[in-house]
């Protein structure tokens, strides 16, 4: 288990990154709602909705494939850098949250989640694709730290 020396470390770089990607200008998937699936740890259903051109709310019902197919609810709010990368017609875009997980099983759990990730948005037909790597920390029943992540799409309507 890192100590927690070591996830203040992780935040710090995490918000080091976000800082030093902040501004925003490419065209990117900006707007609308998304459904999908997202596979890893865990695994299952995705919805994100645009609230503005750089930030968007993703709600997750997934399935934990390591522990005993544990129920997961997940909720982040996420800010995207839209001028850090650039693809020429398609948008590859980092993006860095906060939110909160709920899972539900044989020891149910609450935790802090900070995501930090990649969208790749191909315009022509309306799919984003995207990974996550996100730091946990694990505030009930006891205070633990974990890595989550995944990889998947979602259709824009």
């Known amino acids: 288990m890192p100590s927690f020396r070591r996830f203040v470390k992780y935040m ?7 800082f030093f990607l902040s501004s925003s200008t490419i065209n990117a998937q900006t707007r609308g709602f998304g ?5 890893g740890e865990p695994t299952g259903f995705t919805a994100k909705m645009w609230s503005s051109r750089t ?6 019902i997934a399935w934990s494939t ?5 129920f997961h609810l997940q909720g982040d709010y ?3 850098a839209l001028n850090a990368i650039r693809i020429e017609s398609t948008g590859l875009t980092p993006f860095i949250g906060i939110g909160a997980l709920a899972r539900f099983g044989d020891g149910d759990r ?10 790749y948005y191909i315009r022509s037909s309306g799919i984003e694709i995207f990974f996550e ?3 946990l ?8 730290f974990d890595v989550a992540g995944g990889l998947g799409f979602r259709y824009f309507f």
């Open 12 to 18: 710090l770089f995490i918000g080091s990154i976000f």
């Open 78 to 80: 996420l800010v995207h």
């Open 35 to 39: 459904v999908g699936i997202v596979l």
């Open 110 to 119: 609450v935790a802090v989640r900070v995501p930090v990730g990649l969208d």
């Open 66 to 70: 390591e522990t005993d197919n544990h």
């Open 133 to 135: 790597l996100t730091p």
């Open 137 to 144: 920390m694990e505030i009930s029943p006891d205070t633990e």
């Open 55 to 60: 930030t968007a709310a993703v709600a997750t």
